[in-house]
Structure formats: structure tokens, C-alpha cells
């Protein structure tokens, strides 16, 4: 038998073709698609612009099963509802790498605005770009100023990272992309440009895709206009993170419970945040933060039917099945930061306690945000919250005199009608608790100069305290957006352009309760405007707070003027959806037939304590209740503009 012919390199015939095939398909090689978590184990990197901590990426056992659900090529979309500080920014920052790399797939991340799109490519683009390795090298603009590397675009060997803000229809046209990522989605207006959902425009890009990936992903915001809710009650299969008692085992969702909750994080009575621990809602026993670390690592994504994700980022049926198909959209819910190894148990009882007791001052705008940003839950405007007039004017009280000693600063609140002027003067103490001294109506031709004459002298009046201290009206704001709005500057100018105060309520949602302006109006006045939804909510938080304390609201026992008519005025108004440049936003409403002039005059008397407090130097906490510090001697008054009269 001959032996096999060999070639100049001594390798045989056969060997020399089967060596030549293999290079000349090596061209094609692919190595096996890995999972996003893996692949972001292996090359990602936190950079120091954008990080707690610099240095390489470890995904953490909640994070694993939403990466590679992302990278689930049978799963075209992905809604994670969200606390704050999850790791959502970076997640999507190395789905992006992933995407561009290892599955040369095309691009486009929105952001609610264009100045969120810049700033997220400085921030985080860019910084990536620059530290993990296998992106830099497959990016050949790196480091150069270049068409094909933009605060908008970045062109990549084979595939593409578009970057645009989401509220301009123009934003999401001519793109053909693979993957459509949508960070902070709550964020977006609802309708862009009267053209449809941001979620609908976007994912209309990726549709011709043989692979086409929708990932959504925000903090929540107020229930009935939260676009992460929509997405994610449209998903197929919502999944929560589960983890076991270590006392019993027993698999739960971790959740903050409440005060009548008899599971989730509790504290000693004495508000010591330091004492925060879990109580489970199976064997009620304790546990605390540092368990967590040990239970996270045996925790698992368990939908309520039972599926689960294994650790592909295959979703599975309670027996253990693949799921065949695989559900279209998923959605991950209640990853609030009771899972976080940044934010202590600790921290969210401080931060929540803190909160609530502002809420009992009638400020819930903490509240709100610990529930959205910590909970990763919706806020709920529920109308039939609102204070009842029955019950406040069954609590009206005797003062025993014109005004409680605990009063140090007065103000008015001024209605203007066609044919009337209706005022409400208010006293507030150290602790912003209101004291209504009187409810007027003055009846009048507004047209006559005489009946500003007789406005002016009754709040001109002076109120003595039960210990004898006399105290003036110090500032009052008067509505000027009805017919009479040059005699209501007129009449500023008049009586003091700093003592009575002309103001138009605007009802756009989350403007300042005040907004002075630093120079006089080509009317010579200080035109303040109010934001009138803001100051509503504070007024109603407070008047439903029940002890008396910060914030509490007291009404005099006077039948001539604080009638029931006047408390339904005052609790007149409701919230109710409405929509505002496609918006979806609570706004408040007064229905027809029913009177509001209570609740104006009541937003005059807090517009003019805060225009004191924030513009004329006005601290209630520096006056003790004995003694007007602030009150200048008789002979000073006449020389002050503050106190003209």
C-alpha cells in the first residue's frame, strides 16, 4: 500500500483540503450568540462619568432575567415598570454594545426630549464606546470628528446607533432599525405632534426586521396617564422577582406593605428608621437587609400563573415546559428599591417616614415621589379624597375673640366678579396652621371708583389677639383675569403695589404656587401669576388633614359668615382627567351650576404667605407668638411701602 502523497509542507493531500475549507469559510464564522447578561459580563464596562463605581460589569441576579429577556430573539417585546437606580440606563447602554456587536443589528434609542438625547450619548454612549473594547474596535470614527459619529448617529462596522428625543413626529421617520429602545418612557408626551403613541411611531421603524426587539422601560407616574402602566398592561405575562423567607422559605415578591399591612418593612414605634426589617407575610418573622444579598441569589422571575425564566431568558410554564410560542410582550413589574444593595432598607423607611410627614402638612409632593421613584408604583388621584364640606363645617371653633394668639402674619385673598368682590382675610401661625377670621362679600358697581374705596378700608382693618397684640393685613393678592383688570392695577398702585398684589391664576399643571416678577409690567404693578393646580392640591391636603397640627386648617363659628354654603364652595372643585397638547393630565374641574369664590380667595391667602415668604423675606419660625419682631414701630409704617395703607 503507498503511503498518502504529501505537499511541500508535509501535509497530506487530504488534511491540505480540509485546511483550505476551513479558511475559506472562516469568513463566515459566527460564534454562538450569547445572552445579554453573559455578554455584558465578559466585555461591559461601568465608566467613571456615569458610575457609582467604575470598573467591569457583574450582573446582579434581578438584572439577569430582564437582560436576557431582552436578548430572547422570540420575545419582540420587553416593558419593565421600575424604581429608580435599578439599572435601567445601563442595561439599555449595553443592550445597545450587545446589539452592535455581537448581533450586528441596527439601532435607535428615544428619549423624552432632544436635550435628553445629548445629553444620554455624552453621558453614556460615548463613555461606552470608549471602554468596552469590543465596541471601540468595530467603531472606526473613534476619537474623530466624523458625519458617521454625531451626538445623533454613531456608525458602526455593520450596523448603526441612532439617538433622538421623542417629541417631534420628525424624530422617528426615515429609520430602518432592528431594535427600539425607549428609555424613561413615562417621560414622553402621549401624543406626539397629533400623530400617535411614541411606542407606535418607533416601533413602526423596526417592523420590516426579521428580528424586530421593543424595549420600554420607565418609573412610573400618576395612575390614568402613565405610558410604562399602558405598555406593561398590554403585555402577555407580567414577571416578578421572588425571593424566599430565610426563616420558612416561602417565595414573595418583597413589598413595602404599609402601616396596616401585616407583612413588608416595618419599624419601631418610635420612628427609628435604623430599625427597619422585613416581616414575612407567611411565617410573619422577621428579616434584614443583610439577608438580602443571600436571598437574591435563590430568587427567580415567577409570573402568577407560574412561569418562569430560566437562565437562557427562556420563559417556561409552571411545569418546567419551554413555552412554545413564546410570549410576544413581556412585562416586569414591582423591582422597587427594597432589592437595591445602593439604597438600605434603612434609607426607605427615613425617606418614607420624612415623606409622610409632610403629606400630614398637606405637601405630598414627597409622597408621591417615594412612591414613583422608590416603589416603582403608579400615584393615584382619587377625587373622592378630596375633604367633604359637611365635615369642616362641623368643626368650626370658637376663637374666644377676634384672632387666636397663635397668629403672627395676616392675609387676604381677594375674588373680583362683575358686580362683587368677594375676600376671605386669613391668619397663619409658626407652623403655617390657617386661622379664618373673616368671609366677606361686598356687593358694588366695580366700574365706580367707590367701591374700591370701601374694599380698601375693610382690609384695612386690624385684628387684636386675645392677649391684646394688634396685628394688620400685611399682604393680600387680588385676582385681576376677570372684566376689571386696569382698576385692579389701578388699585394696586393706589393702596401699595407690594401690599395688595394683582394675580392670574394659570392652571397648567406643576407651575410654582407663585411666580413674582423682578420688574414692574408697563402698568406699573407687580403682575404675580399663580399656578393654580399646585395650590389647590396643597389646600386640599390640607384641609383633609384631621389632628390639629402643621398644615391644619381652622374655621371660626361664625353663622354669618362661614355658612354651609361657604364650605361647599370651598370644596367645590374636583380632579379629573383631561388631555393638554395630547397630554393626558388631572386638572381641576368645578361643575356647572356650583359655586368656587371659597377656594379662589383661599389660593389668594396662600398665594400672598408665599409671596411674603419667598420674596419679601417673611420667616414664620423667627416670630415668636408673643411678639411681632418683624412689625416696624408706628412712625416706621409711614415711611415703608410694605406697610402703606
Known amino acids: 500500500m503507498q503511503p498518502a502523497k504529501q505537499n511541500s509542507l508535509g501535509i497530506g493531500c487530504r488534511e491540505s483540503i480540509d485546511l483550505a475549507v476551513r479558511k475559506g469559510l472562516q469568513a463566515l464564522y459566527k460564534p454562538e450568540p450569547l445572552t445579554l447578561s453573559k455578554w455584558a459580563d465578559e466585555n461591559f464596562y461601568l465608566s467613571p462619568e456615569s458610575s457609582a463605581v467604575e470598573g467591569p460589569w457583574e450582573t446582579l441576579p434581578p438584572q439577569k432575567g430582564i437582560m436576557d429577556v431582552i436578548s430572547n430573539d422570540d420575545i419582540p417585546v420587553v416593558s419593565w415598570r421600575k424604581s429608580a437606580r435599578t439599572g435601567y440606563t445601563k442595561i439599555i447602554v449595553a443592550a445597545g454594545c450587545?446589539?452592535?456587536?455581537?448581533?450586528?443589528?441596527?439601532?435607535?434609542?428615544?428619549?423624552?426630549?432632544?436635550?435628553?438625547?445629548?445629553?444620554f450619548v455624552k453621558d453614556e454612549i460615548n463613555p461606552a464606546i470608549r471602554d468596552v473594547d469590543v465596541v471601540r474596535d468595530i467603531f472606526p470614527s473613534f476619537d474623530k470628528k466624523s458625519k458617521d459619529n454625531t451626538l445623533s448617529k454613531k456608525v458602526f462596522n455593520g450596523s448603526t446607533l441612532d439617538v433622538r428625543g421623542g417629541q417631534s413626529p420628525r424624530n422617528y421617520r426615515?429609520?430602518?432599525?432592528?431594535?427600539?429602545?425607549y428609555d424613561e418612557l413615562s417621560g414622553f408626551v402621549r401624543d406626539v405632534g397629533g400623530e400617535g403613541k411614541p411606542t407606535d411611531l418607533g416601533d413602526v421603524r423596526i417592523t420590516t426586521s426579521p428580528f424586530p426587539k421593543?424595549?420600554?422601560?420607565?418609573?412610573?407616574?400618576?395612575?390614568g396617564t402613565c405610558q410604562i402602566t399602558d405598555s406593561l398592561n398590554e403585555s402577555d405575562v407580567i414577571f416578578r422577582y421572588e425571593v424566599?423567607?430565610?426563616?420558612?422559605?416561602?417565595?414573595?415578591?418583597?413589598?413595602?406593605?404599609?402601616?396596616?399591612?401585616?407583612?413588608?418593612?416595618k419599624w419601631a414605634a418610635n420612628k427609628d428608621p435604623a430599625t427597619a426589617h422585613y416581616l414575612c407575610r407567611h411565617c410573619k418573622k422577621k428579616f434584614f437587609y443583610p439577608d438580602l444579598t443571600k436571598i437574591w441569589l435563590k430568587g427567580r422571575w415567577l409570573s402568577e400563573a407560574g412561569d418562569w425564566i430560566d437562565d437562557d431568558g427562556v420563559i417556561r410554564a409552571s411545569t418546567n415546559e419551554?413555552?412554545?410560542?413564546?410570549?410576544?410582550?413581556?412585562?416586569?413589574?414591582?423591582?422597587?428599591?427594597?432589592?437595591?444593595?445602593?439604597?438600605?432598607?434603612?434609607?426607605?423607611?427615613?425617606?418614607?417616614?420624612q415623606a409622610a410627614d409632610k403629606a400630614t402638612q398637606g405637601d405630598d409632593t414627597k409622597l408621591k415621589a417615594f412612591i414613583n421613584t422608590r416603589l416603582g408604583e403608579t400615584w393615584k388621584e382619587d377625587a373622592t379624597d378630596k375633604p367633604k364640606s359637611e365635615a369642616l363645617y362641623g368643626r368650626r371653633e370658637n376663637y374666644g375673640g377676634q384672632c387666636p394668639d397663635q397668629v403672627v402674619f395676616i392675609t387676604a385673598g381677594i375674588d373680583t366678579q362683575d358686580d362683587r368682590f368677594e375676600f376671605e382675610i386669613c391668619g397663619w401661625d409658626q407652623h403655617e396652621q390657617s386661622y379664618s377670621l373673616e368671609y366677606q362679600v361686598l356687593m358694588g358697581n366695580l366700574s365706580n371708583q367707590?367701591?374700591?374705596?370701601?374694599?380698601?378700608?375693610?382690609?384695612?382693618?386690624?385684628?387684636?389677639?386675645?392677649?391684646?397684640?394688634?396685628?394688620?393685613?400685611?399682604?393680600?393678592?387680588?385676582?385681576?383675569?376677570g372684566h376689571f383688570t386696569d382698576e385692579v392695577y389701578a388699585f394696586s398702585r393706589k393702596v401699595g403695589i407690594h401690599w395688595m398684589i394683582p394675580t392670574k391664576g394659570q392652571s397648567t399643571p406643576g407651575r410654582p404656587i407663585v411666580e413674582f416678577p423682578k420688574k414692574l409690567n408697563k402698568n406699573r404693578v407687580h403682575l404675580t401669576l399663580l399656578g393654580t393646580e399646585n395650590a389647590k392640591d396643597l389646600i386640599y391636603n390640607r384641609l383633609a388633614i384631621q389632628e390639629v397640627g402643621p398644615g391644619y386648617c381652622h374655621f371660626p363659628n361664625k353663622d354669618e359668615m362661614y355658612t354651609e354654603a361657604y364650605f361647599k364652595m370651598l370644596t367645590a372643585e374636583f380632579k379629573k382627567l383631561d388631555y393638554s397638547r395630547g397630554r393626558p393630565v388631572y386638572k381641576y374641574f368645578?361643575?356647572?351650576?356650583?359655586?368656587?369664590?371659597?377656594?379662589?380667595?383661599r389660593v389668594g391667602?396662600?398665594?400672598?404667605?408665599?409671596?411674603?415668604?419667598?420674596?419679601?423675606?417673611?420667616?414664620?419660625?423667627?416670630?415668636?407668638?408673643?411678639?411681632?419682631?418683624?412689625?416696624?414701630?408706628?412712625?416706621?409704617?409711614?415711611?415703608?411701602d410694605y406697610w402703606s395703607r
Not at 419551554?322 to 423607611?349: E, N
Not at 408665599?610 to 408706628?634: C, M, V
Request: hydrophobic share 35%.
Open 98 to 119: 450587545y446589539f452592535a456587536e455581537h448581533r450586528r443589528r441596527n439601532v435607535v434609542v428615544f428619549q423624552p426630549t432632544d436635550s435628553d438625547a445629548e445629553e
Open 174 to 181: 426615515r429609520l430602518t432599525k432592528d431594535v427600539a429602545i
Open 214 to 223: 421593543s424595549i420600554r422601560g420607565s418609573t412610573p407616574k400618576t395612575e
Open 244 to 265: 424566599p423567607c430565610p426563616k420558612c422559605q416561602e417565595m414573595q415578591v418583597l413589598e413595602w406593605g404599609g402601616r396596616d399591612a401585616d407583612y413588608g418593612i
Open 322 to 353: 419551554v413555552m412554545d410560542p413564546q410570549p410576544h410582550h413581556v412585562g416586569f413589574d414591582r423591582y422597587s428599591s427594597l432589592y437595591s444593595i445602593f439604597f438600605t432598607w434603612a434609607q426607605m423607611a427615613k425617606a418614607y417616614i
Open 450 to 481: 367707590d367701591i374700591w374705596d370701601i374694599l380698601a378700608e375693610m382690609l384695612r382693618k386690624q385684628f387684636t389677639r386675645n392677649d391684646g397684640l394688634i396685628l394688620p393685613v400685611s399682604r393680600g393678592c387680588i385676582d385681576s383675569g
Open 590 to 601: 368645578c361643575p356647572r351650576g356650583m359655586r368656587n369664590e371659597a377656594l379662589d380667595c
Open 605 to 640: 391667602n396662600l398665594a400672598a404667605l408665599r409671596l411674603s415668604q419667598q420674596f419679601f423675606g417673611l420667616d414664620l419660625n423667627s416670630i415668636h407668638p408673643a411678639q411681632r419682631d418683624d412689625e416696624p414701630k408706628p412712625e416706621e409704617r409711614r415711611k415703608s
